[in-house]
T-cell receptor, first 114, second 113 residues
Framework: NAGVTQTPKFQVLKTGQSMTLQCAQDMNHEYMSWYRQDPGMGLRLIHYSVGAGITDQGEVPNGYNVSRSTTEDFPLRLLLAAPSQTSVYFC?????????????FGPGTRLTVT | SQKIEQNSEALNIQEGKTATLTCNYT??????LQWYRQDPGRGPVFLLLIRENEKEKRKERLKVTFDTTLKQSLFHITASQPADSATYLC????????????FGKGTRLHILP
C-alpha cells in the first residue's frame, strides 16, 4: 500500500490564482480530511468527508472547496489564493470517522502565496 | 470554545531519562485521546490511543495516562534516546460523527546525548 499520497510537494502561487491540491489513499478508508499547519497554530481542520459524496466544513473552511467523488480521492481546491493561505497542508484518512481510529497522514504540501 | 494545550514549546531531556509531556483540555469531553509524533518536514504519525474509561496505556517505552477529572493526559517516554527527538501532538476525539477532532500545537522534544 502507498498509504496517503499528496501532490504537489511544493507550490508557489500568486495572489488570485487558483489550484487543486491532490490527495489519494489506497486503504479503502471511509474518512478523509484536510488540515493546515501554521507555526504556533497547530493542525487546523479545513474540510472533511465521511464517504464518497459527503463533505463537511471544519474549523477554517473559508477560501477552500472540496469534493469526494470516489472513496480514494479527496482534492482540495483553493479558489482565489491569498497570502493568508501560505501554509503546509496535510491530508489524512482513517477507516471510520468514529471509534477513535488512528489517522494516517500524507507527507504534506508546502504552499506559498505571494 | 474547545481548547487543548500542550506544555511548553520545547522540552530538553538528557538521554536515558524519562520525558514527560502534558496535554490539557477544556470545554471538551473526549471519548478518545491520541498521541502523534511529527518529524520536521513530515506528516504526523500515530503512536497511541487511550479511551476515556482507561487510566493508562503502554507500548514499549511509551506510556500514556488519561485523567478525565483533571482533563489531562500525560505522555511518557522512558529511557529516552536522541532518536526520540521530534514534535509530539495530542488530539481529542469525541464519540459522535459530528464531533470535530482537535489537535494541540505540539511539544518539541530534544533528547540530549
Amino acid at each position: 500500500n502507498a498509504g496517503v499520497t499528496q501532490t504537489p510537494k511544493f507550490q508557489v502561487l500568486k495572489t488570485g490564482q487558483s489550484m487543486t491540491l491532490q490527495c489519494a489513499q489506497d486503504m479503502n478508508h471511509e474518512y478523509m480530511s484536510w488540515y493546515r499547519q501554521d507555526p504556533g497554530m497547530g493542525l487546523r481542520l479545513i474540510h472533511y468527508s465521511v464517504g464518497a459524496g459527503i463533505t463537511d466544513q471544519g474549523e477554517v473552511p473559508n477560501g477552500y472547496n472540496v469534493s469526494r467523488s470516489t472513496t480514494e480521492d479527496f482534492p482540495l481546491r483553493l479558489l482565489l489564493a491569498a497570502p493568508s493561505q501560505t501554509s503546509v497542508y496535510f491530508c489524512a484518512s482513517s477507516p471510520r470517522r468514529t471509534g477513535g481510529y488512528e489517522q494516517y497522514f500524507g507527507p504534506g504540501t508546502r504552499l506559498t502565496v505571494t | 470554545s474547545q481548547k487543548i494545550e500542550q506544555n511548553s514549546e520545547a522540552l530538553n531531556i538528557q538521554e536515558g531519562k524519562t520525558a514527560t509531556l502534558t496535554c490539557n483540555y477544556t470545554n471538551y469531553s473526549p471519548a478518545y485521546l491520541q498521541w502523534y509524533r511529527q518529524d520536521p518536514g513530515r506528516g504526523p504519525v500515530f503512536l497511541l490511543l487511550i479511551r476515556e474509561n482507561e487510566k493508562e496505556k503502554r507500548k514499549e517505552r511509551l506510556k500514556v495516562t488519561f485523567d478525565t477529572t483533571l482533563k489531562q493526559s500525560l505522555f511518557h517516554i522512558t529511557a529516552s534516546q536522541p532518536a526520540d527527538s521530534a514534535t509530539y501532538l495530542c488530539a481529542l476525539d469525541g464519540m459522535n460523527r459530528d464531533d470535530k477532532i482537535i489537535f494541540g500545537k505540539g511539544t518539541r522534544l530534544h533528547i540530549l546525548p
